[in-house]
């Protein structure tokens, strides 16, 4: 796969589409519903991971039996606590955001609520991203005149 195909094919999985979060009125159809197992290998997690998301209540599987069966909405819902992850929001942070993050409501303030937090992350990212290119700028011109003084030595002791 190229690496232009790899990255909209990462894009897409990660997507969080509304329709992600319809048809969970309680009364899912197994084709749309998921394994622990099933999660566990299409995002990359383990099943303790997905074990203490539920914990936590950022997942609220319904139960078989002894089995976990996860909805679109639980699947959308990890999703976005793995993106939130990602881009360095505590678990606390996202499950508030998760809270407010409910489609089907309406709730256009809820909504703004979640882009500032997203738009305030972005900012706090891109400022991290600022001083780790002057942190590499740095120990890259310290890299070399050290390297600069060893040759020196080197060439110095060869005599």
Do not use: C, W
């Amino acid at each position: 796969m190229a690496p232009d195909e790899s990255a909209a094919a990462y894009a897409n999985t990660t997507a969080i589409h509304a329709d992600d979060f319809d048809g969970d009125d309680g009364d899912a159809s197994k084709a749309s519903m998921f394994t622990i197992g099933d999660l566990a290998r299409e995002f990359g997690v383990t099943l303790r991971t997905l074990r203490f998301y539920e914990d936590k209540n950022l997942l609220n599987p319904k139960r078989d039996g002894l089995n976990r069966l996860y909805s679109r909405r639980d699947r959308a819902r990890l999703k976005l606590v793995l993106m939130g992850k990602r881009v360095g929001f505590s678990l606390t942070e996202i499950k508030d955001m998760l809270d407010l993050y409910d489609l089907r409501d309406g709730q256009v303030t809820q909504l703004r609520v979640a882009l500032g937090r997203f738009n305030e992350q972005i900012a706090v990212l891109e400022q991290q991203k600022k001083d780790i290119e002057q942190a590499l700028a740095e120990l890259r011109r310290t890299t070399s005149v050290v390297s600069g003084l060893l040759k020196e030595k080197e060439s110095a002791g060869q005599r």
